[in-house]
């Protein structure tokens, strides 16, 4: 039920309500993939890069690897309004200095706007950074 009442948020561009959600989706089952996707579009649409980095973590040691069609299909649920909110703070991150922090969500935006370039910068500085831990 939460999940669903999660996904309404999302479309409806209540973000924080959708995260609360889906956060408790996530205590109750960790393995969700369903919930951990859900999770790293929404706390990058918040720009919460701090948060998004344990959830992608979470998602790498399950699949190697961020589902980008995953991402991609959440582009159906969005309304122009937060596709523009989204472009912003794509921008905002672009301009952090701390690429740790911020590279999963500069990805998961850029996904989700079909920015192709970015795509591929941001698949590069994580390979970076994999080669230097």
């Keep these: 039920m939460n999940a669903m009442l999660a996904n309404k948020y999302l479309v409806d561009g209540q973000i924080r309500q959708a995260i609360e959600l889906f956060e408790s989706d996530l205590r109750k089952d960790p393995a969700s993939l369903a ?7 929404c706390y ?3 720009g919460q890069c701090a ?3 344990p959830v992608a973590a979470a998602i790498l040691r399950r699949e190697g690897a961020l589902d980008l069609n995953r991402i991609r299909e959440y582009r159906q649920r969005f309304t122009e309004d937060l596709f523009q909110r ?3 703070r794509f921008a905002e991150m672009c301009r952090q200095a701390d690429q740790r922090a911020s590279v999963y969500s500069r990805l998961v935006l850029a996904v989700l706007l079909d920015d192709v370039a970015e795509i591929a910068l941001c698949q590069e500085t994580m390979k970076d950074l994999r080669s230097k831990e």
């Design 86 to 88: 989204g472009a912003l």
């Design 35 to 41: 919930t951990l996707y859900s999770l790293i579009v």
């Design 44 to 46: 990058s649409l918040s």
């Design 51 to 53: 948060d998004a980095v």
